[in-house]
């Protein structure tokens, strides 16, 4: 085997190394709280908008159904979300158990449409856990967020959302757990020098993933983190060409202010297929989410036949989206817990017809 130049030891070590705190914290909390431990209490969150507010009764359901014997206060912000909907989702939820639905209506909602406009993302909702500390009562020091529409909870939070943070804003997952982890310092400042072009179009794109989070309540109001804190790190961005979500807007505002969690709290099974029993899985990457795409037994098999005749890795179903054989199991079971769901009636019929329309289209090659 020929012998590795010095800085090739050092990448080596440094994309594996960082792992090890992550999986021994895990260890840890999950030895802390076993699985005969004693009810506890949870407190969650998400942020919604669009006509799709519906689709979060599968994540809901997910959640109180994996946590049987704990109490879920789940919070949901949003900016204009119409009576209706709330009504529906507070008419499914009183259904749930154990858990208690609590609706936050964020009054900002010019400065986070400003957001979405600086950032060149239609989705101003996205953003509102910024600010997440200010809406929720003093007495509450951390919240677990978890994306709405495209997650499943399958295991228990507890062992995550009691993980001590480090000083961190929070704990969350690498946005790329297979390179090198992106270790820096706000990427624009209002004085001094910036970064490198490259490095801050890279840290635009989040330096960690914010689809499920841990985020530190108690520290955000003690360092007065505010929607101007952000709004100052969007102008500075827009002025550099730069697009960006709400991880992207973090992590150009905080830098790599967070503590890496393992990878099971945030499965992102399409991108790192990782053999461990994942708590939260999320249809992340260039995937179609699960409500858009519901396939019947004979179209898994005419997928699985086509990767078999070809040898190719993935199926690509548009320009922009695969399928592999291996995400079909997690398709299923999103869709086993949406049919006892009311959304299901509504949803399921659009995703099953698009799923008959582009499995009907010539196969495009894979790049």
């Known amino acids: ?27 840890l909390q999950r030895r802390r709280h076993s699985e005969r431990r004693e009810p506890a209490h949870l407190n969650v969150m998400t942020s919604l908008g669009g006509h799709d507010a519906d689709v979060l009764q599968v994540m809901l359901l997910s959640l109180s159904q994996s946590h049987p014997g704990d109490q879920i206060d789940f919070w949901l912000f949003h900016l204009s979300l119409s ?7 507070g008419a499914f939820c009183d259904g749930l158990p154990n ?60 062992p995550f959302a009691t993980q001590p943070l480090l000083g961190q804003y929070v704990a969350a997952c690498r946005e790329l757990p297979t390179t090198p982890p992106i270790l820096c310092r706000p990427a624009l400042p209002p004085q001094g020098r910036a ?21 530190d309540l108690d520290r955000l109001r003690r360092d ?65 989410k699960p409500f858009h795409l519901k396939l019947s037994g004979d179209q898994e098999q005419q997928i699985l036949t086509h990767l ?28 086993q817990l949406c049919a006892q769901t009311p959304v299901h009636d509504r949803i399921a019929p659009v995703a099953a017809e698009y799923a008959t329309h582009v499995l009907a289209q010539p196969r495009l090659p894979l790049v």
């Open 1 to 27: 085997m020929p012998s590795l130049h010095p800085r090739q030891l050092a990448r080596i070590a440094y994309r594996r190394l960082p792992a090890l705190g992550p999986v021994a914290m895990d260890a």
């Open 83 to 89: 009576q209706d909907k709330l009504d529906a989702l």
């Open 99 to 158: 858990l208690v639905l609590h609706v936050i209506t964020v009054q900002e909602r010019k400065d986070f449409a400003t957001l979405s406009q600086l950032g060149n993302r239609p989705f101003g909702a996205r953003f509102l856990w910024f600010i997440a500390h200010e809406y929720l009562p003093a007495t509450m020091d951390r919240i677990i967020y978890i994306d709405p529409l495209d997650t499943l909870v399958t295991g228990d939070l507890l």
């Open 195 to 215: 970064l490198s072009d490259a490095k801050v179009l890279r840290i635009s794109k989040g330096v960690f993933n914010s689809g499920v989070m841990v985020i």
């Open 224 to 288: 007065g983190v505010g929607i101007q804190t952000y709004l100052q790190t969007a102008t500075r961005a827009q002025e550099r060409g730069l697009g960006f979500g709400d991880q992207g807007l973090y992590s150009l505002t905080h830098g790599s202010n967070y503590l890496r969690a393992h990878d099971r709290y945030n499965y992102r099974f399409h991108d790192v297929p990782r053999k461990f029993d994942p708590v939260v899985i999320h249809f992340a990457g260039r995937i179609a």
């Open 308 to 335: 078999a005749q070809t040898g190719d890795r993935a199926l690509r179903l548009n320009p922009h989206q695969t399928i592999k054989a291996g995400d079909l199991p997690f398709y299923r079971r999103w869709w």
